[in-house]
């Protein structure tokens, strides 16, 4: 079992910025990586980026490339998410899942943090 926390949401004006922690505990030796999804209201849940859990290697959606950045504190069992120049568009839930080895899908999931960007 792998738990994770998100923290760090809130209230932002665009242009501003906000860092997003992923508290991961449990059985961490398992995990592949970790990615952070989001989900605006009335969309479907969409991939923001992932990191792998050992050797740090990133992906990001094309979109969103040089303003968000994924980091990880492996001493701190935390995966970062750092937004930059936030923009109304990117209001949603953002949550952190974690991958287990030889596993394609997200098996465990965060219970999501609220980000709103007003304009």
């Given at each position: ?14 242009g501003?910025?906000?860092?997003l922690?992923?508290a991961v505990s449990?059985?961490?030796s398992?995990m ?6 989001r989900q605006?209201?009335g ?6 980026g992932?990191?792998?859990w ?6 990001y959606a094309d979109?969103?490339?040089g ?5 990880r504190d492996?001493a701190k069992?935390?995966?970062y998410?750092q937004?930059?120049?936030l923009e ?10 974690a991958?287990?080895t030889f596993r ?7 219970q999501?943090t ?6």
């Amino acid at each position: 079992q792998v738990q994770l926390v998100e923290s760090g949401g809130g209230l932002v004006q665009a242009g501003g910025s906000l860092r997003l922690s992923c508290a991961v505990s449990g059985r961490t030796s398992s995990m592949a990586a970790i990615g952070w999804f989001r989900q605006a209201p009335g969309k479907e849940r969409s991939l923001v980026g992932r990191i792998f859990w050992s050797g740090g290697s990133t992906y990001y959606a094309d979109s969103l490339k040089g303003r968000f950045t994924i980091s990880r504190d492996n001493a701190k069992n935390t995966v970062y998410l750092q937004m930059n120049n936030l923009e109304p568009e990117d209001t949603a839930v953002y949550f952190c899942a974690a991958r287990l080895t030889f596993r394609p899908e997200y098996t465990y999931w965060g219970q999501g943090t609220q980000v709103t960007v007003s304009s």
